[in-house]
C-alpha cells in the first residue's frame, strides 16, 4: 500500500512538473518584465563596456531563462560570476537567481493584450483605447488628491521652477515643463547627472524644485543638497517616503505601482498622469 502512494505521489509530482514546464515553455519571454528591463538598460549603454556586453549577452540568451546559469553568461560576456551579480543588482536584482526567473508579463496590463485577431480595424482601435483607459483610470485612482492639491496650492504663487530628472525620466521631465510653462511659470529642466556646481547654482536661483528619481538612489547620494534648502523641494519617487526622512516638503511616491514601474512605458505614463493632475489643481 506504502508503495502504491509512493508511486502515485510521485506520478502527481512528475505531471506537476511537467505542467509547470508546459507553462515555461507558452512564456512570451520577450514581454517579459526581465527583458524589458534588460532592454531599456540597453538603451542606456553608451559605451562599448562591460554593462554593455552583459546587457546584450543576457538579451540574446532570453529564451534560455530561466534554465541558465550564472557561469554561462559570465563565459559568454567575458566576465566573472561576480560582476553578473553586481549587475544584476545595479538593474534592480536582488541576485542572478531572481533576475532569470523574473519572466511575468503584465499580462493584465499590455496594450495589444487580449485583442481578437479577426477584429476589424475599427474595433480594434476602440479596444487600444478603452485598454488605454482602464490603465489611466487605474493610475489616476491610486493617486493621492489631497497630497497634489496641497502641492499645487503651495507653488501657485512662485514663479521660477526646477525640474530634475535624468535620460530615463527625460520624457516626464519634458511634459512637466511644458505644462508649468503652459501655466506662466519660468522652468529650469535640468539633468542631474550635470556638474555639482550647475545643480547647486539652479538650486539657489529657483522658488521651487521638482527631483524625478524614481529609484531614489540619486537623492540618497546627495542628500546634502537638499539638507536645509530654504525653498519648497519635492520628490517623485517609487520609494517609499520615509526612506528620505525630512529631506523634502513633500514625498510623491508611486510605489503602489511597482510592477508598472518596471517598464519605461508604464512610468512615464505615471509622471504624466500626475502632472496632469498636479496642473489641474493648479488651474483651481
Known sequence: MER????????????SFFAERKRE??????????????????????????????TKTLIERIQEFPDIYIEEIAYAAKTT????????K??????????????????NELMMDQFEGNKNKEDFLENVLNKEYQINQLIFETLDADQTRRIAKSIKE??????????????????FRELLSQEGYLVMELNR???RQLIESVLQECDAVFIISLTGDWVLENKELFINQSMPNYLLTQRKAEDFGNLFD????????DFLLLSNYYSQKIIHLWTIYFVMFLKN
Open 193 to 195: 547627472s550635470a556638474e
Open 25 to 54: 515553455d507558452k512564456l512570451n519571454k520577450t514581454s517579459s518584465k526581465v527583458y524589458i528591463r534588460l532592454s531599456e538598460n540597453l538603451f542606456r549603454c553608451k559605451k562599448y563596456d562591460l554593462n554593455f556586453q552583459i
Open 90 to 107: 545595479k538593474i534592480g536584482y536582488q541576485s542572478f537567481k531572481e533576475m532569470r526567473t523574473d519572466l511575468d508579463v503584465y499580462s
Open 81 to 88: 560570476p561576480a560582476s553578473i551579480t553586481k549587475f544584476c
Open 4 to 15: 502504491h502512494e509512493d508511486f502515485l505521489y510521485g506520478t502527481v509530482e512528475l505531471a
Open 250 to 257: 513633500e514625498i510623491i511616491t508611486f510605489d503602489t505601482f
Open 158 to 175: 512662485k514663479s521660477k521652477i526646477a525640474i530634475f530628472g535624468n535620460n530615463y525620466s527625460f520624457a516626464g521631465v519634458n511634459f
